[in-house]
């Protein structure tokens, strides 16, 4: 061929590379695509490789040697791999980001122009880095030409069709030729890390619209299939992590948590012998006096901790509630059988009392040491929940258990999205298009109730920037995001594409079969942490009308929660209940009926519809506590009918 190659440069970004370069799997990788894309175009040539450390000066200076040279041997490509992740080592965004002269937001972490040459950062991980590079490299020719300076018009001289050919790629296989970009967000291959195994290959996945094409070339029918409620609960337990062990003080912050191993009691309760009643303590046996009679009271044992004295046979002790027994005693004879015989010189102790009864047998009245707890015994099993309203708190307490292993609950993010959105507390009056925003107060009530600590993420603006921003910034504070919007079939719904296409994240669903909540998407984020682990954060975006997403946030997110916190009951809890009046039925989707359910005086549940159902009604949800679950059929649900319901809140009492 006579006409000129377009020439890349790769750059490895690797501490471990720079040291041992037979470590870097993803260069090598890069080369065959611009070998096997040489020999069926020859169109591309690889003039440069360097390997530097996740250093930004290192990443700079390489960076900008490629791309200052003014000459006719400039480079048309900087592919850089590597440093993209989360921890403070990363920082090949940061690097590249502050040489570009324009960028190009949503393409990739970060891409752009510097003087002649286009810039673009891949992930660290070998396949991550092949398949962003193979979804863009068929448009990459056309773009290197426009930034080396070629003028538009003779590049699109033969209109469309010669750009197609151009990029040996028709419209529907552009379209089409995306990849997911699962695991994209892994730092440079290092030995030794467990990484996330795909089940399905990219090309047999769905993808979400590319933003960069507008609102014509958007799908007009969802490429996501539709999934009923229980696979889309299965694919959500299948991809929530196992819940961590912590270690945590007993005292009030316990609340709520699961135990992570059963619980032994260090001593026993009580540690010593003590009265249950007020009375007097005495002696009682084969060898003593009978109970009945007059005795000198020797002594008083109160409820606080002391010198114990000892007893004698012919004595008594006076003792209150919960005191030591003094020692050789054997039995406590309550005060309402006794009277007072005599009283010291000053009136104000008690000399004798008369015992009135004579059936005291050793050990009445008296707790023995280890008769409620004994030291060594299991008190608390794995699996069983510290709550605010059972005794297991003070129990731990009792046995002087000062920390115990409990599942860590995660910390939950909330993220409205859409320009149309402001603060509900916004003072003043709202222009037109204006929504206050109801669902992240909403949501973030909901999930505290759960028991749970969130984060208020704010609101995402409508574009792919901010979007991406908001999220990459929410995973580092939580891993369990729950957006709302941005999931239907607009040309500005841009959660899915962002999710996949900025975040290297992977839709396991994105339609459920269901109303309300039909749009609901889950996917999941491989994310590092700054320690370098690799983690995995969940991601729920939900439908933007207020009552689906408080339904699929009770219906999605609370078993996910739940699983990851070591709890035992995953899903929300299931009654039986009665209509107190018809309910329609919708003859394709399962609907999530808002009701309020009380106790009847005949023993029973009853559900009362909260009225419209629409899911931008606001007002459904008002005093609901429960979802009838309405199968998806003809006809209705004829009052009186039992049916199952899912309770959200406390059932009413009558």
Not at 73 to 88: E, Q, R, S, W
Request: charged residues 25%; aromatic residues 4%.
């Amino acid at each position: 061929m006579n006409h000129k190659r377009l020439k890349a440069a790769i750059l490895i970004v690797s501490d471990t590379a720079s040291q041992d370069p037979s470590t870097d799997k993803a260069g090598p990788l890069l080369r065959d695509v611009f070998a096997e894309e040489e020999e069926r175009s020859d169109q591309w040539s690889v003039s440069a490789q360097r390997i530097v450390p996740d250093d930004v000066l290192a990443i700079q200076r390489q960076v900008t040697a490629w791309c200052d040279d003014g000459g006719d041997d400039h480079v048309n490509l900087v592919l850089t791999t590597g440093g993209t992740g989360f921890t403070g080592k990363d920082n090949t965004p940061e690097a590249v980001g502050a040489l570009l002269h324009k960028h190009a937001p949503g393409l990739v972490p970060v891409a752009g122009v510097r003087n002649k040459t286009i810039v673009i950062t891949l992930p660290g991980s070998p396949k991550g880095a092949k398949e962003n590079l193979l979804s863009i490299l068929k448009q990459l020719p056309h773009a290197c030409k426009q930034a080396a300076g070629e003028d538009s018009r003779v590049a699109h001289a033969g209109g469309v069709k010669a750009l197609e050919q151009e990029a040996r790629t028709g419209t529907t296989e552009a379209s089409m030729s995306h990849h997911h970009q699962q695991g994209h967000a892994h730092h440079h291959s290092h030995q030794g890390h467990a990484v996330p195994k795909a089940h399905t290959s990219p090309e047999d996945r769905p993808i979400s619209n590319d933003p960069r094409d507008g609102p014509t070339q958007r799908y007009r029918e969802s490429p996501y299939p539709m999934v009923s409620v229980d696979e889309a609960l299965e694919q959500i337990l299948d991809k929530t992590p196992r819940p961590r062990i912590i270690k945590v003080p007993v005292n009030g912050e316990l609340v709520g948590h699961v135990l992570a191993e059963d619980v032994y009691a260090e001593e026993p309760v009580p540690a010593f012998r003590a009265s249950i009643v007020d009375g007097y303590a005495m002696i009682v046996g084969k060898d003593a006096p009978s109970s009945k009679g007059t005795f000198p009271v020797a002594s008083v044992s109160h409820a606080t901790p002391g010198e114990i004295l000892r007893l004698q046979k012919d004595q008594v002790a006076r003792i209150t509630t919960g005191a030591p027994l003094p020692l050789e005693a054997t039995s406590v004879v309550m005060v309402e059988d006794s009277v007072i015989r005599a009283v010291t010189e000053n009136g104000k102790e008690e000399a004798e009392v008369e015992i009135l009864t004579n059936a005291i047998r050793p050990g009445e009245n008296v707790r023995e040491v280890g008769s409620d707890v004994r030291a060594g015994e299991i008190i608390l099993r794995k699996g069983e929940e510290i709550t605010a309203t059972g005794g297991e708190l003070g129990l731990l307490a009792s046995v002087g258990k000062k920390e115990v292993s409990v599942y860590g609950k995660p910390v939950v993010g909330v993220l409205s999205t859409g320009d149309e959105i402001v603060p509900h507390d916004r003072p003043g009056s709202l222009r037109l298009g204006e929504v206050r925003d109801t669902n992240r107060p909403t949501v973030m009530a909901a999930v505290r109730g759960w028991g749970f600590d969130v984060v208020d993420l704010g609101i995402s603006r409508d574009n792919q920037t901010s979007l991406e921003a908001s999220l990459r910034s929410a995973m580092r504070s939580a891993p369990v995001i729950i957006t709302t919007g941005g999931v239907s079939m607009g040309e500005l719904d841009l959660l899915k594409p962002t999710i996949e296409r900025s975040l290297g994240g992977t839709i396991h669903f994105g339609r459920v079969a269901m109303k309300p909540g039909k749009p609901t998407t889950f996917a999941t984020v491989p994310f590092k942490t700054n320690t370098g682990e690799h983690e995995t954060r969940l991601i729920f975006s939900l439908p933007g009308n207020p009552a689906s997403a408080i339904v699929t946030s009770h219906l999605f997110v609370l078993p996910a929660l739940r699983k990851t916190s070591g709890g035992g009951l995953v899903g929300m809890e299931r009654v039986v209940v009665s209509v107190e009046e018809d309910v329609a039925c919708d003859p394709k989707r399962s609907e999530y009926h808002r009701v309020v359910i009380r106790a009847g005086r005949d023993g029973g549940l009853w559900a009362a519809s909260t009225g419209g159902q629409r899911s931008s009604r606001v007002g459904s949800l008002k005093s609901a506590n429960g979802l009838l679950c309405m199968p998806a059929r003809e006809g209705k649900v004829a009052k009186g009918e039992k049916v199952e319901a899912l309770l959200m809140g406390k059932v009413v009492g009558f």
